[in-house]
């Protein structure tokens, strides 16, 4: 765990680096692009957007995983994008996102594009 009293990490397991474009949906109803950028067993960080407050609850459907949805509860938000929990992070789903660690998308690759070639 960090040190730093603003930021103190809480995850799980190891931490893969992707970049699995997906869509983000809110209870709200906001529906967004977004791109994992890593995730973990306990949850991810999503590059996005879209402005989505601390503790809102986000479904995930990636684009190369069609069917498998996500859910997580937001726990940070950044610049770039949020940080998420999963709700359920014995789900199939989770180990699922984090085999797509082989599918990166080449550099300048639109999201559509991204999921086509995945």
Same mark, same amino acid.
């Given at each position: 765990?960090?040190?730093?009293?603003?930021?103190?990490?809480?995850?799980?397991? *190891?931490?893969?680096? =992707?970049?699995?474009?997906?869509? /983000?949906? *809110?209870?709200?109803?906001?529906?967004? /692009?977004?791109?994992?950028?890593? %995730?973990?067993?306990?949850?991810?960080?999503?590059?996005? *957007?879209?402005?989505?407050?601390?503790?809102?609850r @986000?479904?995930?459907?990636?684009?190369?995983r069609?069917?498998?949805? !996500?859910?997580?509860? @937001?726990?940070? @938000?950044?610049?770039?994008?949020?940080? =998420?929990?999963?709700?359920?992070?014995?789900?199939?789903?989770v180990? %699922? !996102?984090?085999?797509?660690?082989?599918?990166?998308?080449?550099?300048? %690759?639109?999201?559509?594009?991204? %999921?086509?070639?995945?």
């Open positions: 765990m960090s040190a730093n009293s603003e930021h103190m990490e809480h995850r799980w397991g *190891t931490r893969v680096q =992707l970049d699995v474009p997906t869509e /983000l949906t *809110t209870t709200d109803g906001l529906s967004a /692009l977004a791109s994992v950028k890593n %995730a973990s067993v306990s949850g991810a960080f999503l590059e996005t *957007t879209a402005t989505i407050p601390v503790l809102s @986000v479904s995930l459907f990636p684009f190369a069609a069917g498998e949805c !996500l859910d997580g509860c @937001v726990v940070r @938000v950044e610049n770039a994008g949020i940080a =998420l929990e999963w709700l359920d992070p014995g789900s199939r789903s180990p %699922a !996102l984090l085999s797509l660690r082989h599918h990166v998308p080449a550099k300048g %690759a639109s999201h559509h594009e991204s %999921a086509a070639a995945i």
